[in-house]
């Protein structure tokens, strides 16, 4: 993730710690999803309807080691997402009606488990997204080819 981005304000607060290991989510298309916070790893359920751009997370959970730096706010901020956007920047991860987002740069390779297959996967060092070609992915894409988008800094 690269951090937590305040709409009205135009302004981003950088996510801590900075790490190729931290605040990490990958979105399957049977509706799980997995992920790393700051000490963490968590995972859980998701509803996503592509034609209104609405995103919940149904269950989360995972370990419970303290969280460092941001991983309580990333954690809490999870909870609220209500909706998303893939834009030119990255996967942005929206709470408390559109107020907030998090921000994602897009994972380049990911590593599935057996049989799923990504509909987003995130990591904070790497810069494209790479969309695999699904039912549930068919309004996204205009080819059934991986498509990647390139991001760039707000």
Do not use: W
Request: aromatic residues 10%.
């Amino acid at each position: 993730m690269i951090g937590f981005v305040n709409v009205k304000h135009e302004t981003i607060k950088m996510a801590k710690p900075e790490s190729d290991s931290c605040y990490v989510l990958t979105f399957y298309s049977d509706n799980t999803f997995h992920g790393i916070t700051s000490t963490n790893h968590v995972e859980g359920r998701y509803e996503m309807n592509l034609k209104t751009g609405i995103l919940k997370i149904k269950q989360l959970g995972g370990t419970e080691i303290n969280e460092l730096y941001d991983g309580k706010y990333y954690i809490e901020s999870l909870y609220l997402i209500d909706s998303f956007q893939i834009t030119d920047r990255g996967l942005e991860l929206y709470y408390e009606n559109k107020k907030y987002y998090l921000l994602f740069q897009p994972l380049t390779t990911p590593t599935l488990p057996q049989g799923l297959h990504p509909v987003a996967t995130t990591n904070i060092k790497q810069s494209t997204l790479v969309l695999k070609s699904s039912a549930l992915l068919s309004g996204l894409l205009s080819t059934p080819d991986p498509h990647p988008v390139r991001c760039v800094p707000l």
